[in-house]
């Protein structure tokens, strides 16, 4: 399921991306190129229908992200530095270095 929310996203967001990029702005945008669509269907309709497929597409990918989150894959045993942290193993002695965990003395000469 979790695969599956997530090609639907990915698409919705490529989808997202081509409207809006057809959608037109101030300096006339891709959707000025389409001018059969806009004399079969009305320069008005052309751009609510654009509108309202920017909308439906941003709520779509919204709720395939937070649906995703529910069926997020989760792991067998999951991995806690706090909860999975052992006592640390007493201070090993270095050669060179008393047994007594002091500093080393320099030999005297």
């Known amino acids: 399921m979790y695969t599956v929310l997530i090609i639907l996203a990915v698409i ?23 001018s059969a669509s806009n004399a079969i269907m009305g320069v008005r309709k052309t751009t609510d229908f654009i509108e309202k497929s920017t909308w439906t597409l941003a709520a779509l990918l919204v709720i395939f992200s937070v649906a995703s989150t529910f069926f997020t894959p989760k792991q067998d ?19 060179g270095q008393p047994a007594g965990g002091g500093t080393p003395t320099a030999p005297a000469q």
């Open 12 to 34: 919705a967001g490529i989808l997202l991306t081509l409207v809006v990029l057809i959608q037109e702005s101030k300096g006339g945008g891709l959707a000025s190129g389409f």
């Open 77 to 95: 045993q999951a991995v806690n530095v706090v909860t999975n942290m052992q006592t640390a193993p007493a201070p090993q002695t270095l050669p």
